[in-house]
Every structure is written in C-alpha cells, then in structure tokens.
C-alpha cells in the first residue's frame, strides 16, 4: 500500500504540471516559455519540430504549448480549439526523451 500511495504522489505532480501547462497555455500565452519550459526541453522541441537550432530568446507560451501538443498528436486544424491534456502529456514525454537524447549526444560527441 506505501508503495502505491508513493506512485500516486509522482502521479499526482505529473497530472499537476500537465494542468498547469493546460492553463497557462490558454490564459497566458505571451508569456516566455522558459517561465515553465526548462532551456533543454523548450529548445529540444524546437529542434526536433523545426529542425534547426533554437532562436537565442524563448518563443512565447502559447507557441510552445502548440508545439508540444504537436509533438503528442493534437493536429491544430481550425475546428480542433485548443490543446487538451492528453496532448500535451504525450507531447511532454517525447519531449523529455528529445532532451536526454540531445545532453546525451553533446556528451558523447562534444557538441
């Protein structure tokens, strides 16, 4: 039981973060993305979207949480309205392997 109660805390944080990127997203889309983005995740998503390097000044919120939504399966037609959390959850994750995979890169190669 202590150990459920342990991944339920992990589970509840990780469903917090994707709510809170939900939110923000939405209300606040100027904002730069670096307020909730760490550097390697917001300039490994914007490598691996728009292969090529990431601008020197973080894009805005908004664009960014597009983005990751993107990268998770959300489509951004007209009709679709805006990015729900299962996007953006999915779009986290492969954005955090992105990040690894590119600090692993730079170790290994000397980038």
Same mark, same amino acid.
Do not use: D, K, P, S
């Given at each position: 039981?202590? &150990?459920?109660? &342990?991944?339920? $805390?992990?589970?509840?944080?990780?469903?917090? &973060?994707?709510?809170?990127? $939900?939110?923000?997203?939405?209300?606040c889309p100027g904002l730069p993305c670096d307020v909730v983005f760490d550097p390697e995740e917001w300039q490994a998503a914007w490598m691996v979207a728009h292969r090529k390097k990431p601008p020197p000044e973080p894009p805005p919120l908004g664009e960014m949480v597009r983005l990751v939504a993107r990268l998770g399966g959300f489509l951004g037609r007209k009709s679709d309205g805006k990015p729900g959390p299962k996007a953006i959850w999915e779009g986290m994750e492969k954005v955090r392997h992105y990040a690894v995979g590119i600090e692993v890169g730079k170790a290994v190669y000397a980038i």
């Open positions: 039981m202590e &150990r459920l109660e &342990r991944l339920l $805390v992990i589970y509840f944080i990780i469903a917090w &973060r994707i709510l809170h990127l $939900v939110t923000l997203g939405q209300e």
